[in-house]
C-alpha cells in the first residue's frame, strides 16, 4: 500500500494562485481517492510570509479555504530560514498513520532535518 501525501503551494502574493486551488484540489482528490478510495492528505503551503507589503491573500483566507477543502494550511518563507518548510514536512508525516509512531521515535524526522539543513542552511551569496 502506498501513502501518499501532497504538498500544495500557493504564493500569498497572487490571488490567482490562490482562486484555482479549490479546483485544484477537487481534480487531485478525484483523481487520487477514485482509485485507491482512500482519503489523500492534502496541505496547503502559502509561500512568501516575508513579504508582508505584497501580501494579497490572508492567513485566515488561507486556514478557512484549507479547513473547507480538508486540508492542512502553512505558511512559509523560502527566503527565510529552512525551520518553516520543515513544519511542513513535518506536518506531512504526521497526515500517515505509519509515520506518527516513526517520528514519535525520532528517526524519520532526523532525516528530514538532515535534508533541510543541506538544503536550505547553506550561507547565501548575492551576486550583482
Known sequence: MENHRLGIPVDICD???FNILPLKIQFIKAAKEGQSQEKVPIVIVGNKRDLHHQRVVSSEEGRLLAL????????????????GALMVFHGLAKLIPDTKLALKKGTGIRGIVKTMSAVFGRKRTDSL
Do not use: N, Q, T
Request: charged share 20%; glycine share 6%.
Open 68 to 83: 473547507s477543502l480538508d486540508c492542512g494550511f502553512y505558511e512559509v518563507s523560502a527566503a527565510e530560514a529552512y525551520h
Open 15 to 17: 490571488r490567482a494562485s
